[in-house]
């Protein structure tokens, strides 16, 4: 008796409701792929995860809001958000940050650097 060497004999040896099972999973997961490709690959956007690596960043979609919590509850977050032309006539360009939990404070570090905190309600 002989041994299928390879994946594809395997798969031949096995019975067609087994085959069709995994041709169906490979399609799947083709389409899978396709989807991802097509969400990491934006060319118009201006949002990424930086990774400060030697990784590229990666795109997410154009003006994302993006969540930093920094405590247990639902309101201990900020949020980021790109400010664009077209949402806001009146900015340029910029960064929105908000927050649910109290008043911003904005501390200068350098030039081009501010810390963000929150007063907090009843901090």
């Known amino acids: ?6 994946l594809n004999e395997r798969i031949a040896k ?9 041709n169906n999973q490979k399609q799947h997961i083709e389409h899978l792929e396709r989807e991802v490709q ?3 690959t934006l060319e118009e ?6 990774r400060y690596t030697l990784l590229d960043d990666t795109p997410l979609p154009p003006n994302s809001h ?11 977050s900020f949020e980021v958000v790109v400010t664009h032309p077209f949402a ?14 109290g008043t911003l404070i904005i501390i200068p570090q ?3 650097s501010v810390k963000i905190q929150s007063a907090g309600f009843g901090r």
Do not use: C
């Open 110 to 112: 350098a030039s081009n």
């Open 45 to 50: 956007t201006n949002t990424y995860v930086d």
């Open 66 to 76: 993006i969540r930093f919590k920094y405590g247990p509850k639902p309101w201990d």
């Open 14 to 22: 096995l019975p067609s409701w087994a085959q069709n099972h995994i």
């Open 88 to 101: 806001q006539p009146d900015v340029v360009d910029g960064i929105e940050v908000r927050t649910a939990n």
């Open 1 to 6: 008796m002989t041994v299928p060497k390879t």
């Open 38 to 40: 097509k969400t990491y």
